[in-house]
Structure formats: C-alpha cells, structure tokens
C-alpha cells in the first residue's frame, strides 16, 4: 500500500470520526434533551418535590424519615443513590430470615400492631434500595400515627393518603401505591 492511499484512508477515518462524535456525541444528545423537555419536563429535570418553594427531593428516590411522618420501605443502601442495589439477600438467607424478623418487631412496635399487621413492603427493600412507593395497606397501617405525631385530624391524614395513591399503571399493571415523598410534601405543606 502507497503512502498516498494510507494518508488518504487515515483523512477518510478522520473524518467519519468528526461526523460521528458531531452527530452522535453533540446532535442526537441535544435533541433528546430537547425533546425530554418539551414533552416531559418535570422527569427531564428530575422530578424535584417542593414544599413552600423549598426543594425536599425527588418523587423517583425515597428518603428516610422521622418517627412523625410515613415511612418508605427499608432501603438496602441507606437511600444512597450512589450504592443503588439490592442486598442480594436470597428467601432462605439467614441473614434476611432475621433482618425480616427485626423489621416486622420494629414496624409493629413503632405503629401499635400485632406484628402479623405488618405488610410485606414494610419489610423487604426493594431491588434498587430507593423507592420512594409504598402500599396503600402499609400506609393505612401509618396514618393514626402521623396523625397523632402531626396533631392533625385522622380524616385529613387519610384523605393525603388517598389522594397520593396512584393506581395500576395502564389499569392493569402492577399495584397501586403510594408516593411517601409526595405524600410527606402535601402533609408538610398543610
């Protein structure tokens, strides 16, 4: 091969290298986030909860919270967005038998139930460790006790309840849940 056809293969490879760091490194990552902007700006900006126009978090991540309001599930990652994970935990792991156990006695104790009351979300992490849903049941169970910790009317409180709960997606898929952070937002913006 010349040195003439290896300059001219090496402009060609030089070239298609420009093109597609321009398109696919600068054009297609600027219209992607346009178009996530006009069609979906609250995710595209990361679907940030304000309560009296203080940013408190984002409705995709749960958070840990005090005894005075409703609780997310156990988070295998402390609510770390950098570790999202799961604990890897199988069913007959004696690790998860026990931690199960523990959070089953903490929950009911903390909410005033027999430990048999305690929902299953109310004791398992989820597969990312951050989500911030919880059951409408684990709520229920919740609501005397934020309305007592809040000093507020049970009626109110499960009214929030009620109006946080979103339903199976597309009518059939999944479970309704509830948004803790969403719903620790409207309870806080009362």
């Known amino acids: 091969m010349s040195m003439a056809s290896s300059i001219r293969q090496f402009g060609v490879a030089v070239r298609v290298l420009v093109l597609f760091t321009a398109v696919l490194g600068i054009l297609y990552p600027l219209t992607m986030t346009g178009v996530a902007q006009v069609l979906f700006p609250d995710q595209a900006n990361g679907s940030v909860v304000t309560v009296q126009g203080k940013e408190v978090g984002s409705s995709l991540i749960g958070q840990q919270y005090g005894d005075e309001w409703f609780q997310t599930r156990p988070s295998a990652v402390d609510y770390d967005g950098k570790g999202s994970a799961a604990s890897q935990y199988g069913p007959n792991n004696p690790e998860l038998v026990n931690l199960i156990a523990e959070r089953r006695q903490a929950v009911a104790e903390l909410e005033g139930v027999d430990p048999a009351q305690v929902p299953p979300d109310a004791l398992t992490a989820s597969g990312s460790g951050l989500d911030p849903h919880i059951s409408p049941a684990y709520a229920a169970l919740q609501?005397?006790?934020?309305?007592?910790?809040?000093?507020?009317?049970?009626?109110?409180?499960?009214?929030?309840?009620?109006?946080?709960t979103d339903g199976r997606t597309l009518g059939f898929l999944g479970e309704p849940r509830v948004n803790v952070v969403s719903l620790n937002a409207a309870l806080a913006a009362l």
């Open 143 to 164: 609501v005397n006790r934020v309305a007592r910790a809040q000093g507020r009317p049970v009626a109110e409180v499960q009214r929030l309840v009620q109006e946080n």
